[in-house]
Every structure is written in structure tokens, then in C-alpha cells.
Nanobody, 115 residues
Framework: QVQLVESGGGLVQPGGSLRLSCAASGSIFSIYFMGWYRQAPGEQRELVASITSGDSTNYADSVKGRFTISRDNTKNTMYLQMNSLKPEDTAVYYC?????????WGQGIQVTVSS
């Protein structure tokens, strides 16, 4: 099984930056897709950014040009660099790893953008 642990969330002012980390452990060799999702109160969970095993990336229109997804295979960690943050980016952020047999989710981490 794959286990995922997010870190790096918190409170930031509008226009500020945060970097989220997602550390993976367990059967990481089976992962072929990883992504960051977010869920605001009363809203459905949505895909923010994703990266494949071939390093192909994809972004939601709402974050293009502001967020960057990356990974460090030596540390088994995926990152989400978030710049120019807006109040509407406030949500619980989750990382997900997809394997041929199942999806694994992290526990989620709160990001709050407020003055």
C-alpha cells in the first residue's frame, strides 16, 4: 500500500506564497500518477494540478501561472508551489497517488488565504 502525508499548509495573506509537500511511502514503485486536489466548504473536491510518471503536468485553469507542481524522486516527495495566493484558494488540500489497483489519499491539509 501507498501512504501519503501532506505538510506545509497554514495561513497566508493574499498575494503570498506557500509550498505544500506530499511525502509518499510504501509501494511507491506502482505509482504512475500523482495530483493535488482541494475542497472548499460546501464545494466538491477538485483537481488543482497533476503530474505523471513521465513528468507530464496539468493544471486547473484557476491556478495556471500561479501554481507549480513538481516532484523529487530521491525524496519520494511531490510539491505544490503556490504563488500569488487569493482568498478563493482557501481550502483543504489533498494529495493523491494512483496505482494500477487503487488510489491512495493523504489526510488533507488546510490552506487559508486571508488578511
Amino acid at each position: 500500500q501507498v501512504q501519503l502525508v501532506e505538510s506545509g499548509g497554514g495561513l497566508v495573506q493574499p498575494g503570498g506564497s506557500l509550498r505544500l509537500s506530499c511525502a509518499a511511502s510504501g509501494s511507491i514503485f506502482s505509482i504512475y500518477f500523482m495530483g493535488w486536489y482541494r475542497q472548499a466548504p460546501g464545494e466538491q473536491r477538485e483537481l488543482v494540478a497533476s503530474i505523471t510518471s513521465g513528468d507530464s503536468t496539468n493544471y486547473a485553469d484557476s491556478v495556471k501561472g500561479r501554481f507549480t507542481i513538481s516532484r523529487d524522486n530521491t525524496k519520494n516527495t511531490m510539491y505544490l508551489q503556490m504563488n500569488s495566493l487569493k482568498p478563493e484558494d482557501t481550502a483543504v488540500y489533498y494529495c493523491k497517488a494512483r496505482t494500477p489497483k487503487y488510489d491512495a489519499w493523504g489526510q488533507g491539509i488546510q490552506v487559508t488565504v486571508s488578511s
